[in-house]
């Protein structure tokens, strides 16, 4: 395991995707789905510009993505689009953790998978709701659209 590597900081990105699901009822609007992203800065000499990572869990698959460039532009115009909520956040490390099984309480859906690669093992947290109060409770960094990041 590679302990030395700084750890990645991610956006989570809260947000109404447009489809409509049965259990979208029991959400707050604004908050029926999470989704993650993460920029890379550029690794290599000649590189212009880094990439952003995208994880998004969905009903029928799971998308992990690299996208830059006016590829990224697209996917924060969409997401401008559909009101999302960014939270800046860092994966937790906790060493006195043993490793082993980690159980989804909640079966696998777009908190859990957020949860995991936040590293958040809290099982109280269902909801995208419920994750973004934690983010923001625990030093999350609420990003608004006139920081200029997004487009």
């Known amino acids: 395991m590679v302990t030395d590597m700084p750890m990645l900081p991610w956006i989570a990105v809260f947000f109404d995707p447009g489809t409509k699901c049965w259990w979208h009822r029991f959400l707050k609007d604004g908050f029926k789905h999470v989704t993650l992203i993460g920029y890379q800065p550029p690794t290599v000499a ?17 998308d992990v993505l690299t996208v830059s460039g006016d590829k990224a532009s697209v996917l924060f115009q969409w997401l401008n689009k559909h009101e999302a909520r960014f ?22 859906n777009c908190v859990e998978t957020a949860k995991h690669v936040l590293n958040l093992r809290d099982p109280s947290i269902l909801t995208p709701y419920q994750l973004y109060r934690t983010l923001l409770s625990t030093g999350g960094n609420q990003l608004e659209d006139d920081d200029g990041l997004f487009l």
Do not use: C, F, Q
Request: no cysteine; hydrophobic share 30%.
């Open 46 to 62: 000649d590189e212009e510009h880094g990439h952003w990572l995208y994880v998004d869990y969905r009903r029928k698959r799971m």
């Open 87 to 108: 939270v800046e956040t860092r994966a937790t490390v906790n060493e006195a953790r043993p490793s082993g099984i980690n159980l989804h309480l909640g079966g696998m």
